[in-house]
Nanobody, 126 residues
Framework: QVQLVESGGGLVQAGGSQRLSCAAS????????MAWFRQAPGKEREFVAA????????NYADSVKGRFTISRDNAKNTMYLRMNSLKPEDTAIYYC???????????????????WGQGTQVTVSS
């Protein structure tokens, strides 16, 4: 049974930093493209960042490019999202997602990700 468990969320001031983690189990982690999505109150879920299973190539939403960094540690079956220069508009529930293999440039479409975590709340105060 595949499980994705996010952690690291919480309250942070604008301009601050935070690191999210996604611990995966029940799958061959190194064979999966991993991604972060987020959903703010009253808004649809949106793509944040993804990292592919091959060459660890990355893809970012324009809104977080230059501020967020996605990474993975295959030995620990864990993916990370380092978030710097946080803004109030980054406030959302952050979800990790997994897709078996996939393209060299990891996709941004939620439909391509078969497995999802329960989410972790990130709140950025102004």
């Amino acid at each position: 049974q595949v499980q994705l468990v996010e952690s690291g969320g919480g309250l942070v001031q604008a301009g601050g930093s935070q690191r999210l983690s996604c611990a995966a189990s029940g799958l061959t982690f190194s064979s999966y493209t991993m991604a972060w999505f987020r959903q703010a109150p009253g808004k649809e879920r949106e793509f944040v960042a993804a990292i592919s299973w091959i060459r660890a190539s990355t893809n970012y939403a324009d809104s977080v490019k230059g501020r967020f960094t996605i990474s993975r540690d295959n030995a620990k079956n864990t993916m990370y999202l380092r978030m710097n220069s946080l803004k109030p508009e980054d406030t959302a529930i952050y979800y990790c997602a997994a897709s078996y293999r996939g393209t060299v440039v990891p996709g941004a479409e939620a439909e391509t990700y078969a497995f999802w975590g329960q989410g972790t709340q990130v709140t950025v105060s102004s």
